[in-house]
């Protein structure tokens, strides 16, 4: 194959497999080996969970129910907009999208 072939198939790919910046909030940072920015594939925000969770073990978890749901106190922002208020985990994500966890915070 030719080097401009190589570079389509290669685009290809990459368009097909957006890999958006997630930023980890401190407390789950241990299970990204201290990374407060990771690079997720994915068309949607489920999907990059599901992928996050692959390559993160434990992240999973802490971030959706048993039933798959993004749990209460868990904020997930795609360019600062809550997916509570979007398509929540079918929001469609971009590989220039900033995708934020962010961990409810209560107090008294």
Avoid: H, W, Y
């Amino acid at each position: 194959m030719s080097e401009a072939g190589d570079l389509a198939t290669l685009d290809s790919q990459l368009s097909t497999n957006p890999m958006a910046q997630v930023r980890i909030p401190t407390p789950l940072r241990k299970l990204t080996g201290d990374q407060e920015v990771v690079a997720a594939e994915g068309t949607t925000i489920g999907d990059v969970l599901t992928n996050l969770d692959a390559t993160f073990p434990g992240l999973g978890e802490r971030l959706c129910d048993e039933q798959g749901n993004v749990r209460r106190f868990v904020n997930i922002f795609v360019n600062d907009e809550d997916i509570r208020f979007l398509e929540e985990k079918a929001t469609v994500v971009k590989e220039s999208d900033e995708i934020s966890i962010v961990p409810a915070i209560a107090g008294g």
